[in-house]
Nanobody
Framework: QVQLVESGGCLVQAGGSLRLSCAAA????????MGWYRQAPGKQRELVAR???????IYADSVKGRFTISRDNAKNTVYLQMNSLKPEDTALYYC???????????????WGQGTQVTVSS
């Protein structure tokens, strides 16, 4: 079994910065992309940023130039550096790991429990 343990969410003022971390724990053989998604009250979950095992990144248009995703493959950890935060960034942020292989059986995706980011105006 694999667990994604997120940390770093808290209350911050607009214009401030936060760094989210997500560590994948378990007997992981390989893992494809990792990413961050967010869900605000009354809205659908949306992709924030995603990074492949090779380092290719994609970002939502709303966070380009403000957020940076990075990954430490040796530690199975993904980070999200969030700068110039806005009130509209307020949401529950979820970590995702794609195609995680823990043995010879089929790979599967995993989700974290979420970490709350609240940006006050």
């Amino acid at each position: 079994q694999v667990q994604l343990v997120e940390s770093g969410g808290c209350l911050v003022q607009a214009g401030g910065s936060l760094r989210l971390s997500c560590a994948a724990a378990g007997s992981i053989v390989s893992m494809s992309a990792m990413g961050w998604y967010r869900q605000a009250p009354g809205k659908q979950r949306e992709l924030v940023a995603r990074i492949t095992s090779g380092g290719t990144t994609i970002y939502a248009d709303s966070v380009k130039g403000r957020f940076t995703i990075s990954r430490d493959n040796a530690k199975n950890t993904v980070y999200l550096q969030m700068n110039s935060l806005k009130p509209e960034d307020t949401a529950l942020y979820y970590c995702n790991a794609e195609r995680v292989r823990t043995g010879p059986w089929a790979a599967r995706d995993y989700w974290g429990q979420g970490t709350q980011v609240t940006v006050s105006s």
